[in-house]
Each structure stands twice: as C-alpha cells, then as structure tokens.
C-alpha cells in the first residue's frame, strides 16, 4: 500500500516539475496509453509478487533473486526484440550461467548459527 502512494506522490511531483520546466507531451495516442496502462500493471504485480515473497519468506533468500532480473532482461530482449546474434554469443551466454550459479550457490548454501 505504501508503494502505491509514494508512486502516485512522486508521479505528481514529476509531473509538476516537467511542466514547470517546460516539458511537453507531443503527442498522445491510443497504444502509448495502453502501453503506459501495461507498464503500470506490471509494475503493480512485480510489487504485489515482492510484498508476497517478503511475507513467507527471509529477506536475504528474496533479496537475491533481484540479480536475476539482468538474465531475465536480456533473455527477453533477445526474444522479443530479435538480438539473437548478441544474445547467442558465447560472452555473454557465460555471463548469464555465472549469474545465475552465484544465485544458486547463495541460496543453496546453509547458514551456521
């Protein structure tokens, strides 16, 4: 609920301070509302799913999975966008096994005491 208010508090402001400074929308269309609609509802579930995870579970086992959101990026940028050629590159491939091994070690480790 909190995340809610401080999002609609800092759009407001935003929105002052870009009129205040001469910011302009040019043009507005039916798929930029729909996509700004979209955007807000992942972005209410991604914070919906968080709050949840918080609740059940320990902070540093939830916190962790926050670097997993590079892979997921660059994952779906590669399907999405069609960056086959960068997304298949061996650098990169690496990168993303390493990550994702770094996760899993962290979380798959006991913790003493």
């Known amino acids: 609920m909190l995340s ?7 759009g407001v402001i935003m929105l002052i301070m870009g009129a205040a400074f ?4 040019h043009a507005i269309t039916g798929q930029g509302i ?7 509802f992942i972005s ?3 914070y919906s799913v968080w ?3 918080l609740k059940y579970n320990p902070v540093s086992k939830v916190t962790v999975f926050g670097f997993e ?7 779906l940028s590669a399907l999405l966008l069609e960056e086959k050629n ?5 650098k990169s491939l690496v990168a993303l096994v390493l990550v994702s091994l770094g996760i899993f070690i962290v979380n798959s480790r006991k913790r003493e005491g």
């Open 51 to 53: 709050g949840i995870l």
């Open 44 to 46: 209410a579930a991604a």
């Open 34 to 40: 729909v996509m700004l609609c979209y955007l807000g």
């Open 86 to 90: 960068q997304a298949l590159g061996i």
């Open 4 to 10: 809610g208010y401080q999002f609609t508090v800092g």
């Open 69 to 75: 959101n590079p892979v997921f990026g660059f994952i």
């Open 22 to 25: 001469g910011g302009k929308v």
